[in-house]
Structures are given as C-alpha cells and as structure tokens.
Nanobody
Framework: QVQLVESGGGLVQTGGSLRLSCAAS????????MSWYRQVPGKQRELVAR???????TYTDSVKGRFTISRDSAKNTVYLQMNSLKPEDTAVYYC???????????????WGQGTQVTVSL
C-alpha cells in the first residue's frame, strides 16, 4: 500500500508564506507526476501545480510567480512553497502522486488526506 502524508498547512496573514510538504511511503517503485490540488466548499478540486519526474513544472495562472513546486526524489517528497498569499488562496490543499508499485505495475494516482490553508485579511 501507498500513503501520502501532508504537513505544513495553517493560518497566515495576507502576504505571508507557507510551505507544504507531502511524503509518499509504502510500496513504491517509481513516481511519475506529483501535484498539489486545492478545494473550497462547493467548488471542484483544482490543480494548483504539477511536477514531473524530470522536474518540469506547470502552474495554474492564479499562482504563477507566487508558488513554487519542487520534489526530492530520494525522499519521495513534494513541496509547495507559497509566497505572497492572498485570501483567495484559502482552501484545503491535497497532494497527488502517480505511483507504480513495481516494475510491471500500472501507474495509479494516490491522494493525501488534505491540509487546511487559511489566509486572513
């Protein structure tokens, strides 16, 4: 089995910073994409940032220039550095990783439990 454990959420004032971490553990042969999504009540979960196994990154427009996604492949961990936070960044942030458990195993997406990020005025 594979587990994704997130940490780093919390309450911060507008303009502040937070760093989210997500560590994957368990039966892991390889990790393809690692991503951060966020969701607010009543809305669909949206992709915030994604990084592939080569380090290429993509961001949703609203966070470009403020958020940075990175990964430590040796630790099976992905990070999201969030700077210049705004109230509209308030959401539950979820980690997602596409993982193969073995050399012949299919790639399967896994989700973390979510971590709350609240940005106050």
């Amino acid at each position: 089995q594979v587990q994704l454990v997130e940490s780093g959420g919390g309450l911060v004032q507008t303009g502040g910073s937070l760093r989210l971490s997500c560590a994957a553990s368990g039966s892991i042969f390889s990790i393809n994409f690692m991503s951060w999504y966020r969701q607010v009540p009543g809305k669909q979960r949206e992709l915030v940032a994604r990084i592939n196994s080569s380090g290429a990154t993509t961001y949703t427009d609203s966070v470009k220039g403020r958020f940075t996604i990175s990964r430590d492949s040796a630790k099976n961990t992905v990070y999201l550095q969030m700077n210049s936070l705004k109230p509209e960044d308030t959401a539950v942030y979820y980690c997602n990783a596409v993982i193969a458990a073995g050399i012949t195993s299919p790639l399967i997406p896994y989700w973390g439990q979510g971590t709350q990020v609240t940005v106050s005025l």
